[in-house]
């Protein structure tokens, strides 16, 4: 996962994404085209324990550069969508697991990525409020945009186009196209 979102680089083989070999790319180079087209689900959600939910989910933006304005806009949009808008002056530690998630998915949603890579992200939700996360993405991915997801859920990976089940790094079954 660490490699596919730009964070870390892979020892063989060659990545292409948006045609650019990533191998060869600078640290600022792989920051940029990451912030472009990525959103990411963490397992551990990595939420800024100082910043409320708003700015956490603004920081995507702020780093492409988005005025204020459409910022605040575009986060509490994303806040919506994922039943967080009326938390978004809550600190990480004012928020239960659940919602913490929902912030973190809300962060990955904001830029309108066309990859998302999610792991475990509907581990700390509830099955109605992971129900309604799985159809956010399913949503997503009719619209185009790839999810990539990790999950030890099999209703949740049922409701997966494609599956590949890894077992200790190899792959073991796939199905889907």
Same mark, same amino acid.
């Given at each position: 996962?660490?490699?596919?979102?730009?964070?870390?680089? *892979?020892?063989?083989?060659?990545?292409?994404?948006?045609?650019?070999?990533?191998?060869?790319?600078?640290?600022?180079?792989?920051?940029?085209?990451?912030?472009?087209?990525?959103?990411?689900?963490?397992? /551990?959600?990595?939420?800024?324990?100082?910043?409320?939910?708003? /700015?956490?989910?603004?920081?995507?933006?702020?780093?492409?550069?988005?005025?204020?304005?459409?910022?605040?806009?575009?986060?509490? *949009?994303?806040?919506?969508?994922?039943?967080?808008?009326?938390?978004?002056?809550?600190?990480?530690?004012?928020?239960?697991?659940? /919602?913490?998630?929902?912030? *973190?998915?809300?962060?990955?949603?904001?830029?309108?990525?066309?990859?998302?890579?999610?792991?475990?992200?509907?581990?700390?939700?509830?099955?109605?409020?992971?129900?309604?996360?799985?159809?956010?993405?399913?949503?997503?991915?009719?619209?185009?945009?790839?999810?990539?997801?990790?999950?030890?859920?099999?209703?949740?990976?049922?409701?997966?186009?494609?599956?590949?089940?890894?077992?200790?790094?190899?792959?073991?079954?796939?199905?889907?196209?």
């Amino acid at each position: 996962m660490n490699i596919m979102g730009l964070l870390d680089k *892979a020892d063989a083989g060659t990545y292409l994404l948006k045609n650019r070999n990533v191998a060869a790319l600078t640290d600022d180079e792989a920051a940029e085209l990451r912030n472009q087209n990525i959103g990411f689900v963490f397992q /551990q959600f990595n939420l800024l324990p100082r910043f409320n939910a708003m /700015q956490n989910v603004a920081l995507p933006l702020i780093y492409r550069g988005i005025g204020p304005a459409e910022t605040k806009e575009r986060v509490l *949009a994303a806040l919506a969508r994922v039943g967080m808008h009326q938390y978004a002056h809550h600190r990480p530690t004012q928020l239960s697991g659940g /919602q913490q998630q929902r912030v *973190a998915i809300a962060r990955a949603l904001v830029t309108e990525p066309q990859v998302i890579l999610a792991d475990e992200p509907t581990g700390a939700l509830d099955s109605r409020t992971g129900n309604e996360v799985m159809n956010l993405f399913l949503s997503l991915h009719a619209q185009g945009r790839s999810i990539i997801m990790i999950t030890h859920d099999e209703q949740i990976a049922a409701m997966c186009e494609r599956k590949i089940t890894l077992v200790d790094g190899v792959v073991m079954a796939e199905t889907g196209s």
